[in-house]
């Protein structure tokens, strides 16, 4: 068979059909609300101004029953089609959810009770809370299975002739892109999630069942001591149970040191073993006692200084326990990589792959009787024998570098620590208020990888197996280790003013922040946007502290405006001859958001280590950027065009370098630029016309309603692409917002 190819096909390679997204805001553990620990009572600042001498109690008993049910993600039309995905991320790929399909469902059984007891100048209040939570998740991630042309070097299996014949390519030669790796069928790799014969089959496989119990105390009072002075103290004490699956599908891998005792996964010299059914998953913390106090004092009858601090209990999360459950051996992603002379056979319907069986290393069966739940702790899985098993699953018999995921056995809660000093005046109509508010978050959780990224070289993954020549032939690939050792911290001066009472209709509520919030990761999982990199894994996967900067959602200034304003036509002479029904009841609103631009991060876009490429390599900064969207080409936010990576070199190729570019990792540090700031005008025009008569009142109101949202058409730009390699660097390519949106709507209330 003859194939053909034009010289100028490889050309449609250079463009992506791939749309370019604006970035997503994802909260985080780390994130703080700026009130958290100052109004940590109920009713601290009302009780300041408040003093009962009244003897009273309260109880009050709960009983709650819940199910949640979550919608299906992915939810795939076509049960039989396999996904085509590219490599090079030219083109947009085919059925790329794989036939994906995840849902989730929840039981929640609560239990509560409070009490509240005043004597005195004081305000007692206590509670217990008990909470069973039984979730249940199915996974049916790439059922389907995943075809991926180019990203790598496949092999032809045809002549192809060139229209020229200068560039002929002779059968089993390399490929020069996808394009041509598409149009032979012949795919770099292919990869299928695989499930055991013990794991329900079809589109809807492992299922994980995750309970865990929750204890919770708390004890506070309010004590007014003096005319002037308010005391508010407490203790909260939390306790969650381990977190535990209901059929003991669990597994992990655990280092230990040379004396076979568990060590840290960074020991120098630690090997790893991977057991089942591990008891415990992580050490149970009872630690998760949270003082907290705060105090009042009334300088004047307008003048109030507020001061207080707070820690508060971080529990695991339900969800993290998904590191453990169902992985190996009950569902693996083999791959099938092209290698010369053996190319990955594709088809177009699914090719279903079940594992083989999985043995303990005494030769024992793991699951005898297909029971996963009969399986005593902490048995030991004989991975080697179930590596080569998996070998031969593979045409060119591939070894299958285990990834997993895994919770430290260090694992432990983490603490947020809150403090405020504030001053609070009213001044006739206006109260005004400034505060500095600080957060500190210690033992946060974050995921680290001692064995480095996909393709780490030998220094950098202590626990895969090299031979001589540095291939990899064995044991683990990239580990996902849930651990708790992040650190965040955010300090702010807080201010706000705003006009309780007006005679002339109008009140407002004006806010400004002045904040930095700083982290070495600003989420528990990372990932990315079409065209910027939003999140991603540390540089140095050794040592992830190098990365704390400025988090992913620090924002310097933030300032906000909130306007009412009652306009009183009916006062206006020229316009009473319209009578009642038409000049009264208008009134403007507006708001206004201003604030700075959110923090960037630029990376090479090539693997500059041995580190593996799965992290995001950084290059070093040789020239400072003037960042501007004032120019003639406004999205050229750096100012160079085609020449924006002219403000950085990317070291490699350099005298000590590692991996397979020979460099090392760069100087720049996380979140080192700001992107553009946002402008937001909003305004509306409202008129309330009652209608009928109901008693004394009216029957209904019609309200009219004219909105104008971004008002002034101001082009809020987001965040220019940030990979020094790739397409369009330093370019702005999406909006942060919305254009000028107009809408007028009648809306009946009765």
Do not use: C
Not at 378 to 403: K, M
Not at 479 to 506: C, F, P, W
Not at 664 to 676: I, M, N
Request: hydrophobic fraction near 35%; glycine fraction near 10%.
């Amino acid at each position: 068979m003859d194939h053909r190819i034009s010289d100028q096909a490889t050309l449609f390679t250079r463009f992506s059909l791939n749309q370019v997204n604006g970035p997503t805001t994802n909260p985080d553990q780390t994130a703080v609300d700026p009130s958290f620990g100052v109004n940590f009572f109920d009713h601290q600042r009302n009780a300041a101004v408040r003093y009962s001498r009244t003897i009273s109690s309260h109880l009050s008993l709960i009983l709650a029953f819940g199910y949640i049910r979550s919608t299906p993600i992915f939810p795939t039309q076509n049960q039989s089609d396999p996904a085509l995905a590219f490599g090079d991320g030219l083109f947009e790929g085919f059925n790329t959810a794989d036939g994906s399909i995840t849902g989730s469902y929840s039981n929640l059984y609560q239990s509560k009770a409070n009490v509240a007891y005043s004597r005195g100048s004081h305000s007692f209040k206590w509670g217990v809370e008990i909470r069973l939570n039984k979730d249940s998740t199915i996974f049916g991630t790439n059922p389907n299975g995943v075809y991926v042309f180019g990203g790598g070097t496949a092999y032809s299996p045809v002549q192809i002739l060139s229209a020229s014949g200068q560039h002929n390519i002779q059968p089993g030669e390399p490929l020069p892109d996808s394009l041509t790796g598409l149009l032979t069928a012949t795919p770099y790799y292919y990869s299928i999630t695989a499930a055991s014969s013990v794991t329900p089959l079809g589109d809807k496989f492992d299922e994980a069942a995750v309970r865990r119990e929750a204890y919770n105390f708390y004890f506070q009072d309010s004590w007014k001591f003096s005319p002037r002075w308010m005391l508010n103290y407490g203790l909260r004490y939390e306790v969650n149970s381990r977190i535990k699956e209901a059929k003991h599908r669990t597994s992990m891998g655990v280092p230990i040191g040379a004396g076979g005792q568990p060590v840290s996964f960074f020991t120098p010299g630690a090997t790893q073993i991977f057991i089942y059914n591990p008891q415990p998953v992580y050490p149970m913390d009872w630690s998760g006692l949270g003082p907290r106090i705060s105090i009042e004092f009334a300088v004047t009858k307008r003048t109030t200084i507020h001061a207080g601090g707070a820690i508060t209990t971080i529990l695991p999360n339900l969800w993290q326990e998904n590191f453990v459950t169902g992985g190996i051996p009950f569902v693996i992603q083999p791959l099938d990589t092209a290698l010369p002379g053996i190319p990955v056979p594709f088809h177009n319907t699914v090719v279903p792959l079940v594992l083989p069986p999985a043995y303990t290393t005494s030769g024992q069966l793991l699951f005898p009787n297909n029971d996963s739940s009969d399986v005593a702790a902490n048995t030991q899985i004989d991975l080697q024998r179930f590596q080569n098993d998996l070998e031969d699953l593979t045409p060119g018999h591939e070894v299958q570098l285990l990834s997993t995921g895994v919770i430290s056995r260090a694992f432990r809660n983490g603490y947020i620590g809150t403090y405020t000093l504030g001053v609070d005046h009213d001044l006739g109509a206006v109260k005004m208020s400034a505060a500095y508010v600080g957060t500190s978050g210690v033992h946060l959780a974050s995921v680290i990888y001692p064995n480095g990224y996909a393709g780490a070289d030998p220094a950098y993954a202590p626990y895969t197996q090299f031979n001589s020549a540095g291939q990899a032939i064995g044991g683990f690939g990239p580990e996902d280790v849930m651990a708790t050792g992040s650190h965040s911290s955010y300090n702010a001066l807080q201010t706000s003013v705003r006009q309780n009472t007006s005679r002339i209709g109008l009140s407002f509520q004006a806010s400004y922040t002045f904040s930095k919030s700083l982290d070495d990761t600003s989420a528990v999982m990372v990932g990315s946007s079409s065209g910027v990199i939003a999140l991603s894994s540390p540089q140095d996967p050794r040592n992830p502290r190098a990365d704390r900067g400025p988090s992913t959602f620090d924002v310097t200034h933030v300032f906000s405006l909130s306007l009412i304003q009652l306009l009183p036509f009916d006062r206006a002479a020229f316009l009473q001859p319209l009578g009642k029904y038409v000049t009264r009841g208008w009134q403007f609103l507006n708001i206004t958001s201003l604030t700075s631009g959110p923090p960037f991060t630029v990376y090479s876009g090539i693997q500059q280590t041995g580190a593996g490429a799965g992290g995001a390599d950084r290059p070093d900064l040789i020239a400072q950027p003037d960042f501007s969207t004032s120019r003639a080409v406004r999205e050229d936010y750096f100012g160079r065009g085609s020449n924006n990576s002219s403000f950085f070199f990317i070291p490699i190729n350099v005298p000590g370098g590692t991996g397979p570019n020979l460099g090392r990792f760069g100087t720049l540090g996380r979140d080192a630029f700001r992107g553009p700031g946002f402008h937001q005008y909003d305004i509306s025009l409202i008129k309330d016309t009652p209608f009928g008569h109901r008693g004394s009142g009216e029957l209904g109101i019609l309200q009219f309603r004219a909105e104008f949202f971004n008002i002034f058409n101001v082009v809020n730009f987001g965040l220019p692409s940030n990979i020094v390699r790739g397409s369009g660097f330093g370019i702005i390519s999406h909006t942060a917002g919305p254009s000028r949106q107009i809408q007028f709507s009648l809306k009946l209330v009765y």
